[in-house]
Each structure stands twice: as C-alpha cells, then as structure tokens.
C-alpha cells in the first residue's frame, strides 16, 4: 500500500520536501494484530515537533519511516480475538493506506454515532483537548468573559462554543481571515471574532473586551499571549494549549514580554497536554456527543481528498487553510 515517509526533517517551515510518497511492503498480522484499510487520517499540529530531532513529550519521528498519527479505518484481517473483520477502528497509524495495528492500541468506534472523521475531531483528542483545556486547565466558570485564540481551528472553535453552552458572559475569538471571523460571530455563536491579521493583536482585544477576559484559551502563544496578559482581569485563568505562532518560525521566539503581569493580577498560567485528561473522556464524550446530536455544536470539519495529499494538508494547515478540523480522506 501506499505510505507517507519523513524524507528530511524541515528547518523552519515543512515543504513537499519534507515528504516521500511512496509503496511499501506491508508486514504480516502477527497475533493480536489487525490488518486496518484506513479511511480518515487527521494532519495535527504537534506532529510538526515531532519532526523535530528533539527530546519532547512524544519521540521525534524517524527519517526514511512512515509518519503516524490518528486514523480511523476498516478492519479487513484479523489475528485479535478482540476485532472482528468489518470493525471501525480509532488508531494511531495513519498516513498509510494500510496499517498493521496492535490490538491493545486500537478502539472499536461507532460509525452510527457520527461521521468517522469526527473521532479524529469533535469527538476525539481535538474535543477532549477543548473541554478538558477549558473546564479543567482554566477551571471555567459559568459568567466568565472567555479569550481564544486559534478560534476558527479545530481546538478552538470548540473551546468558544463549550464556553457559550456552559454559560459564558462572553466568548471572543481571533482568527486569521475575514471568512473565518463571520464564520465565528454568525455560525458558532462568539459574541465577538476579530482578524489577527487586520493590526495589533492588543488594540483588536481591547476594542473586544472592554471589560477584560477571565479566560484565555491559547492556540497560538507570542503576541497574542502577550496581549491577553495585558487585557486579563484579576485572578483570570490561562490555559496553555500551544503555541503555533512559534513551531516554524526559526528565529528567537516572540515574547511574552509582559510576564510580570502575571504576578500583580494572580493569573494562573497552566500548560496541559491532552493526554492528562483521560479520566474526563467518558464525561466529555457524554457531554460533546449529547450537544452534537442535538445539533447544538458546530463541527465543521475541512477534507483534503487523497493520501498522496496529505503533506500539502498538513502545510496547508499549518498555514491556516483549514476551518475546523483539518483531515485527509484517504478511502470510501
Ligand atoms: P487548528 O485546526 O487550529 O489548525 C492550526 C491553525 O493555526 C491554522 O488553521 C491557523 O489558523 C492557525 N495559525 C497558524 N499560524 C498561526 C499564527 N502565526 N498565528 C495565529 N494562528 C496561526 O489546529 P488544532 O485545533 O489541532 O490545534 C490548535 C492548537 O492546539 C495548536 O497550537 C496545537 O499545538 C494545540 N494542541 C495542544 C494539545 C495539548 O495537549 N496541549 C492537543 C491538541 C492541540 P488561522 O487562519 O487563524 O491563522
């Protein structure tokens, strides 16, 4: 079948070079493992460190191997009694048309439930990222004025739209166009959006949140981080997510340079990885997937045909061509 390989690790921005689309053998199915045909695959921001050769939180990916990353696909050969041939699968060994996946690293997913993106989406670590990020890292509250960054991505746009249906005085959101601001204020429901892109990210906020934030969401880091420091009221609650503005960018990294705010108004900054919240995920699938259903949530989804196309999703995405989750539709 055919597989994506990290040809070279990029220095600052990733290119087509970055990228070997080729065939490959494919492993026999030892015991315990499934053969999976993968339908979906998403493209991720972290995967960019992961092409990094740095120590981080996941190990970096190796050059001349296939990528990984969050899949769903069909199960079509089975060596574990747990899956049975026909079954969908949630995986980690997407950017490959086939894969051979331990039984202990896949979960069966209902394809009733919702279209199979959504488990790399709404319903999978993109939401448990937004509702564990706001409800646990920023200890949201019912009232609070809520700042996101990244808002018309992925994480974010649910971030703002799980504010608003647990009781938000005020969502506001940035984003990086001007489709992308009415996609916010008019489909999801912010009660304000601004371009990024359009002047300083501090003047936008202000005019945003003339009484401050008591959240902030931050997607994006530097001067958007900066600028919700300045704006933030006393005792608000940030919630590191990521950093994006700073993932390709090769030079010193951007501030904060106004830290110390930090200090004279108690805000609480709490870095978090999705992966600490796993105990929250029966709660947040019962909660996500209830508002889902009744079509109170928002989950645009922007699909990419091809798996000899998922290097330009994932650059593209990277860019900011996506709205809402990024994913690369690999098989019907
Ligand atoms: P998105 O769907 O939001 O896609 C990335 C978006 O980033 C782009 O669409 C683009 O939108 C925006 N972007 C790119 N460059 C910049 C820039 N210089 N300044 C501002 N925005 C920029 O991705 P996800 O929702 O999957 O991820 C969002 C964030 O959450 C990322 O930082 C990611 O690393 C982080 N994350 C963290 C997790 C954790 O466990 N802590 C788990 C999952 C995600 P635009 O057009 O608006 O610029």
Redesign the pocket.
């Known amino acids: 079948g055919t597989e994506v390989r990290l040809a070279a690790r990029p220095d600052g921005w990733p290119t087509q070079e970055t990228f070997t689309v080729t065939q490959a053998e494919l492993p026999g199915v030892g015991a315990g493992q499934v053969l999976v045909r993968n339908l979906v695959m998403s493209v ?3 995967m ?2 992961r092409m990094n050769d740095a120590k981080s939180y996941v190990p970096p990916f190796e050059v001349g191997k296939a990528l990984e990353g969050g899949a769903v696909g069909e199960v079509v050969a089975s060596e574990s009694p747990d899956f049975a041939v026909g079954d969908v699968v949630l995986h980690g060994l997407g950017w490959r048309e086939f894969a051979v996946v331990d039984g202990a690293n896949a979960v069966k997913v209902d394809p009733k439930l919702a279209p199979v993106g959504a488990f790399l989406g709404v319903l999978g ?2 939401g448990l ?2 509702y564990a ?1 706001l409800l646990k890292a920023a200890d949201f509250r019912e009232g609070d004025v809520v700042f996101v ?9 649910l971030v703002g739209q799980i504010a608003k249906l647990r009781g938000a005085a005020k969502v506001i959101g ?4 001007a489709e ?1 601001v009415a996609h916010l204020t008019e489909e999801l429901g912010f009660d304000e959006a601004f371009n ?2 359009d002047g300083p990210v501090l003047e936008q906020l202000e005019k945003a949140a003339p009484d401050g934030i008591d959240v902030y969401f ?7 981080l900066e600028a919700a420091l300045s704006v933030a009221n006393r005792g608000a609650r940030f919630a ?9 960018e090769k030079g010193e990294a951007v501030g904060p340079r106004n830290l110390m705010a930090a200090i004279g108004k108690s805000i609480n900054l709490r ?6 919240y796993g105990d929250l995920k029966d709660q947040f699938f019962a909660e996500v997937g209830g508002w889902l259903a009744e079509g109170k949530l928002v989950a645009r989804e922007t699909v990419v045909e091809g798996l000899e196309n998922a290097p330009t999703a994932f650059i593209d ?10 994913l690369v539709k690999i098989a019907d």
């Not at 940035?174 to 166009?177: L, P, Q, R, V």
Request: with cysteine; charged share 15%.
């Open positions: 991720d921001p972290y960019r460190g670590m993109p990222t937004a990020g960054s990244g808002a018309a991505g992925a994480v974010g746009a940035s984003a990086g166009s992308k990024y892109k931050d997607n994006v880091g530097g001067e958007h590191l997510c990521g950093a994006i503005s700073q993932y390709n870095g978090f990885l999705v992966n600490e995405m990277l860019r900011g061509a996506n709205t809402g989750k990024m």
